[in-house]
């Protein structure tokens, strides 16, 4: 059982590796995985996929700062946002916005694991750890 | 004084607006006391992470998509997809005097419900034991009060001393007879005034023990006045294995506070078989390889980290260690148990056997050793009881012979008699450790032939009977063998003087 859920582990990880182009998920290459997958159903292909989808989706979200916001937010500096991203991870990096109301004001960027926090939520969060 | 708000406002200004950096992950699954993590990409090897429960755990496996952590603190609030943010910081425990005469957790929140613990400083709970050039030998004595002990295996400061044998051989007597002799000294060295005195502070580490055993003894150290010189670190077989891995290590840290702090402490590891095991536990889970015994590949490591960090640091304070090891059967050829010896300065080793013919504490004397040897002595006990080791080790060997027939010759019969009387000499009973001065006269005694010709069989009633006489009549007498720790002629000539009326009253 453990065997097995690790070769559908490692079958993912070479399949994700071929689904990069300069270290980018490139569409193509994932539609050529995905039709690999299926012409030729490897065992466990129920676990290769999950495992898959995990590694794109933690790749593409290295890709994008997604801009959790309680009030307004101009395409400046979502901009401003994404250039400075980009300039911090030596990648290319888009920015989304989210509105997010529980946020109270300011806002919280994530991009892959980091998460910047600059909301008044997340003040009052540290705060009361701190008291 | 406007510009002067004006730039204060302007600092909390920028100091408010900064964003706060945070290194997150999920919840994989959560099983056992330990959490998968995914994310977490910028996680160091035994860092505190946070959960959004409020609980905490620590990253023990670094994998290449998932995080393997243990949580500390209610596991039954998480689940999968919560949140789990990195601290970046170790975990740490509080430290210092405050602690003392308290029982606390793994995590040195207290569980004695006498209120919180007012500690100002805090420690890691993982360090990198001190290095050999900070490092001084070990020459200072640490008594236990059990004369088997101080006459033939004695313990210094600083030293790693084993003490193994099956269940109920009286491991942990030892230890807590050791802690109440420090209290002991304490009291009598702190009330003297010396200025050069140091006083033992000691720390108990219950891993896997039932809570009622824990109970025990801290009521048996309260009896004895020692829990004020005390802490007692509690991880119980009903705690996680998590916080049983964790519990020495915790009190690894607080002793380090008093040795840092150039004051010496004893800590009693109360056993590191359960640690192993829940070590054991733990590693399963994570699904590490396992080896002998389905041991983890670093379980030697687990020990010897620990056990490292205790040291004679020069110009500073020591730490003394006593972890404890349960065999089974009176195998110490076993994994854990042959681990340990080779990490430790010596060992204690406990027989069945001579507990139940009532040898008690039952110390075989063949199969214990201190590798500091003398050097961790007083020359008073090096005098009257150099010699003991070797007549007791002698008397074990004519004893087996002796059983062949019983035409012995008169040297020999002599030693047998001698042997017989050592043996009685040393039985003790339990949380009545002897002050040193008062086990140099009684040794001086048997030295001297004073028990020869008492029979056998009340040689441990004229014991106390000396033990007695000595308190009460010859506290002076004492005094001077502690101050001058060595037997000068004048010295030998009081001791004699004393025997000869000890002798005089007993007969009587």
């Known amino acids: 059982m453990a065997s097995a859920k690790k070769q559908a582990l490692q079958l993912a990880r070479q399949l994700f590796k071929l689904s990069l182009v300069d270290g980018n998920v490139s569409a193509p290459q994932v539609a050529g995985v995905l039709e690999y997958i299926e012409r030729h159903r490897p065992a466990n292909t129920l676990a290769v996929l999950k495992c898959y989808q995990r590694l794109v989706a933690a790749e593409v979200a290295r890709g994008q700062a997604v801009v ?35 946020l109270l004001a300011g806002l919280r960027v994530r991009v892959g694991d980091d998460v910047y926090e600059s909301s008044v939520s997340g003040q009052l969060a540290s705060l009361a750890a701190a008291v | 004084m406007s510009t002067v708000l004006e730039q204060i406002e302007q600092q909390i200004a920028k100091l408010s607006s900064k964003a706060i950096k945070k290194n997150t992950g999920i919840i994989r699954t959560v099983a056992d006391g330990v959490a998968k993590i995914e994310g977490l990409s910028e996680v160091m090897y035994n860092e505190m992470v946070q959960f959004s429960g409020g609980a905490i755990g620590i990253a023990l496996n670094l994998e290449e998509d998932e995080v393997g952590c243990v949580v500390l603190g209610d596991i039954s609030q998480l689940k999968e997809g919560d949140e789990v943010q990195t601290t970046g910081r170790l975990l740490s425990v509080p430290v210092g005097r405050a602690l003392l005469g308290r029982a606390v957790d793994a995590l040195g929140n207290p569980v004695d419900g006498k209120g919180p613990i007012a500690a100002t400083e805090s420690y890691p709970v993982e360090k990198i034991a001190p290095g050999i050039i900070v490092r001084k030998s070990v020459s200072q004595p640490l008594f236990t009060g059990i004369m088997a002990i101080d006459s033939m295996i004695p313990i210094g400061r600083g030293q790693r001393e ?74 119980p077989a009903a705690d996680n294995p998590a916080n049983q891995y964790l519990a020495p290590y915790s009190g690894a840290a607080m002793g380090e506070w008093f040795m840092e702090n150039g004051m010496d402490a004893l800590i009693v590891y109360d056993d590191l078989s359960k640690h192993a095991v829940a070590y054991r536990q733990i590693s399963l889970i994570l699904k590490r390889p396992s080896g002998r015994e389905a041991y983890p590949g670093d379980v030697f490591y687990l020990h010897s980290r620990l056990l490292e960090r205790s040291a004679r640091l020069d110009g500073k304070g020591s730490l003394t260690a006593l972890p404890i090891i349960e065999t089974l059967a009176g195998d110490v050829s076993a994994y854990i148990p042959t681990n340990v010896i080779s990490i430790t300065d010596g060992q204690i080793f406990l027989e069945t056997d001579l507990f139940n013919q009532g040898i008690r504490p039952a110390v075989s004397v063949g199969l214990s050793v201190s590798r500091v040897g003398s050097a961790a002595q007083i020359k008073a006990t090096k005098q009257v009881g150099g010699k003991l080791k070797g ?5 074990r060997e004519l004893a087996a012979f002796a059983q062949f027939g019983s035409d012995l010759d008169a040297k020999t019969k002599a030693q047998l008699e001698r042997g017989a009387r050592i043996v009685e000499l040393f039985k003790q ?7 040193i001065e008062l086990q140099v006269a009684i040794l001086f005694g048997m030295q001297k032939g004073v028990f020869d010709p008492i029979d056998v069989r009340k040689v441990v ?48």
Not at chain 1, 82 to 87: F, R, S, V
């Open chain 2, 429 to 435: 009973p339990a949380f009545s450790p002897v002050p």
């Open chain 2, 391 to 395: 007549e007791l080790a002698q008397f």
């Open chain 2, 162 to 235: 084993l003490i193994i044998g099956d269940r109920g051989t009286g491991k942990t007597t030892i230890a807590i007879d050791t802690i109440i002799n420090q209290a002991k000294i304490n009291k009598v060295g702190l009330a003297s005034g010396d200025k050069n005195f140091r006083p033992v502070y000691s720390i108990y580490v219950a891993v896997g023990q039932k809570n009622s055993n824990i109970v025990r003894t801290m009521a048996a150290l309260e009896a004895a006045g020692a829990l004020e010189y005390s802490i007692i670190v509690a991880a």
């Open chain 2, 461 to 508: 009633v004229a014991a106390q009977s000396m033990k007695d006489f000595f308190t009460t009549r010859k506290d002076p007498l004492l005094t001077e063998i502690r101050t001058k720790a060595a037997l000068d002629k004048d010295l030998e000539a009081k001791l004699q003087t004393a025997m000869d009326e000890w002798k005089a009253s007993f007969a009587g």
């Open chain 1, 68 to 102: 959790e916001h309680a009030g307004p937010i101009g395409a400046n500096l979502l901009a401003s946002i994404a250039e400075g991203m980009t300039q911090k991870y030596r990648r290319n990096v888009t920015s989304v916005a989210r509105r997010n109301d529980a």
